[in-house]
């Protein structure tokens, strides 16, 4: 074994020297072991190099610490340490901080990648694992070790971003359902513009968009729904709509009516509803959630875009921008991991399908986009 392995073992067998020294009644208090294992393993420090590309294809890198570090699993009978919860990509194992803990006061040591060259562990001291490495316990008698493989898995690809992949024309999802309402309402000479449908129930304006019409049989019966505020507030110029399961409450859809009331205006109108389906639940009805100046973070004005719900976000996105709403419509953000595939898009159309995916398509030169979300 080499010289620092042979230094180990003189330092070991000096303290058991020292140590039969004492009179008796220190020896009484002292116990060594000839056993021990790795017991616990944990990452406390692990830093994110974040790339982003702004959308005039400006690059920058920020740098995020980790705040919920994953959980390992510790195999005695293989010797293997790992995590199942991969990290996200862009961390750095290269230069971590990791908590070691070890069986009856187990001296640990950690090998270098490069040769058989040992090094005395620190919790202050940065380590790379950038690749497997193996790390030992020590029994503190001197009597044998424990060697450990230790294997940090992070994901091979960025997650909290969309990864587009430019598609076929003829492959971007036909919302068949949408198309009947679309023709069941285009029939009704007593109604304006489709909104969109729910669970249970379907909308669409009247003739001069003055209120919002309610169908709960299919599209027999309209009647006006009810509002919280002056109808005045319903967009005109340009609207979207979404509507999707509400996770609080069984048989209940959460619903988005945002739009543009006039040219000129610098936000969307936003409103919601809570539809309730359940036997005995309260009538329903719209809630307009007004500009407030103190609001960062409205919905700006946005005409020929699409409200969509994606990964338990509400997304807002026209041919400029990806804007999420985490809340409900009550704030709208940028995100750098949501970014649009391409600079050059004019009049998008966007929906999801049933795996998960997001799908944009550019109604100027049909040009379509997948896009699948890499989550953490």
């Known amino acids: 074994m080499n010289k620092y392995i042979s230094a180990l073992c003189a330092l070991i067998i000096g303290t058991l020297s020292l140590t039969s020294c004492l009179n008796s009644s220190d020896d009484s208090d002292i116990t060594y072991y000839n056993d021990t294992a790795i017991t616990s393993f944990s990452l406390t420090t692990v830093n994110r190099y974040i790339h982003t590309t702004s959308k005039s294809g400006n690059d920058s890198v920020y740098k995020k610490t980790l705040s919920s570090p994953v959980k390992f699993h510790i195999d005695q009978y293989k010797r293997v340490i790992y995590n199942t919860d991969s990290l996200y990509a862009d961390c750095d194992l290269s230069h971590v901080l990791v908590s070691i803990g070890a069986k009856n006061n187990g001296y640990v040591v950690i090998k270098s990648l490069t040769s058989d060259t040992l090094f005395n562990y620190y919790s202050t001291d940065s380590l790379d694992f950038s690749q497997p490495r193996e790390i030992r316990a020590y029994a503190n008698d001197g009597t044998g070790y424990r060697a450990y493989q230790v294997e940090i898995n992070k994901h091979q690809a960025v997650t909290d971003k969309i990864l587009w992949e430019k598609m076929s024309v003829g492959s971007y999802p036909t919302d068949n359902e949408k198309k009947r309402w679309e023709e069941i309402v285009a029939a009704n000479d007593q109604l304006g513009p489709f909104i969109g449908a729910g669970t249970m129930e379907a909308y669409a304006f009247n003739k001069d968009m003055t209120a919002i019409m309610v169908s709960k049989d299919g599209g027999v019966e309209w009647t006006a729904d009810s509002l919280d505020s002056d109808a005045s507030f319903l967009p005109k110029e340009s609207f979207a709509f979404v509507s999707y399961p509400f996770t609080?409450?069984?048989?209940?859809?959460?619903?988005?009516?945002?739009?543009v009331l006039q040219e000129g205006e610098i936000s969307c109108?936003?409103?919601?509803?809570?539809?309730?389906?359940?036997?005995?639940?309260?009538t329903s009805k719209w809630v307009y959630m007004p500009f407030e100046v103190y609001n960062r973070y409205y919905l700006?004005?946005?005409?020929?875009?699409?409200?969509?719900?994606?990964?338990?976000?509400?997304?807002?996105?026209?041919?400029n921008w990806i804007r999420i709403s985490r809340d409900g419509g009550v704030t709208w953000k940028t995100s750098e991991g949501m970014q649009l595939p391409s600079d050059n898009l004019f009049g998008v159309e966007a929906c999801t399908d049933d795996k998960g995916a997001l799908w944009l398509k550019d109604k100027n030169t049909d040009e379509v986009w997948r896009g699948i979300l890499v989550e953490e």
């Open 300 to 319: 700006p004005a946005m005409i020929d875009f699409s409200l969509v719900y994606f990964h338990g976000n509400v997304l807002a996105i026209d041919s």
């Open 248 to 259: 609080t409450n069984e048989q209940t859809d959460y619903q988005i009516l945002a739009g």
């Open 269 to 282: 109108n936003v409103w919601r509803k809570v539809a309730e389906y359940a036997e005995g639940s309260e």
